[in-house]
């Protein structure tokens, strides 16, 4: 897969509609998928800390969400040349997961928040199946594992922000049965209005 790379973090140069065909491909396959946004706080961040930089690294997808990446690889004659941005792949990803009849668990935020931006997330897509949700200050993980196992979901949203959502996708990734993962950040927050 084709890659730039800014201060020794990576970058996807591929649009919503690229990622998202290679993602149901990947499904297909029984592949995993994991997207994480790059913005300049994070390159800086990673450039410092080396753990960070493997975990945005490993991810299978580093989208550009930021407009300093752009003016970046413009600079250094690269191909990104808009914005794939955490909230917009997320609504594309839904949108995928209305069409495809693929479930969706949403992990984090506060109870309020992840229960409302369910519901509006059910107005928005209609049909959709929103296989469950959980807050994201509860205390047993293992119960949390088997509640998304269960909920037969093959997308993924976790947001408990940077990088605490990407630290749980890789140490929890192992024994779940999901395809997609995505850390959204305060994602939530903006769905639940
Ligand atoms: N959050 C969570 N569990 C935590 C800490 C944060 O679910 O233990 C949620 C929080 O409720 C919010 C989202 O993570 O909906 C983003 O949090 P924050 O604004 O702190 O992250 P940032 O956007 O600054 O990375």
Known sequence: MKKESYFGINVSPYTYEEIIADIKKRIRSNKTSTIIAVNPEKVMKGEKNEDLRELINSATYQIPDGVGILLASKLKGGQIRSRVTGVDMMERLLQFAQEEKHGVFLYGAKEEVVSKAAENI????????????????????????????????????????????????????????????????????????
């Open 122 to 193: 059910g107005k928005k897509y209609p049909g959709i199946d929103i296989a469950g949700y959980q807050n994201g200050y509860i205390k047993n993980n293992e119960a949390l594992i088997d509640q998304i196992n269960a909920s037969g979901a093959k997308l993924l949203f976790v947001a408990m922000g940077s990088p605490r959502q990407e630290l749980w996708i890789r140490e929890n990734m192992p024994r779940l049965n999901t395809l997609v993962y995505q850390g959204v950040g305060g994602s939530f927050d903006v769905f639940a209005g």
